[in-house]
């Protein structure tokens, strides 16, 4: 098993939209444990935070944190 994060798009529901080039492939991003990807989470959410702190970003273009979701995954479903 495997653990990914989620966000809630209006289209498609929840979905992993993070992803990663391996070899010239995308795919997407996986984690170990639950806790590993919650703490990406975390970090994605504070970096978003600290952007809009510095004006790199406009306030409205930020995230709220119940957009996202950890969920556990089965390998079969992201191979």
């Known amino acids: 098993m495997a653990w990914e994060v ?6 498609q529901g929840w979905v992993n939209c993070w992803s990663e080039d391996v070899d ?3 795919r997407p991003v996986v984690y ?4 590993e990807a919650a703490f990406e989470l975390k970090v994605f959410l504070q970096e978003i935070a600290d952007e809009i702190a510095y004006g790199e970003r406009d306030a409205d273009q ?3 944190a119940d957009e996202f979701r ?3 995954v ?3 479903s992201w191979t």
């Open 6 to 11: 989620q966000h809630h798009t209006i289209c």
């Open 24 to 26: 010239g492939v995308s």
């Open 32 to 35: 170990e444990t639950e806790e």
């Open 62 to 64: 930020g995230y709220d």
């Open 70 to 72: 950890v969920v556990e």
């Open 74 to 76: 089965s390998s079969s």
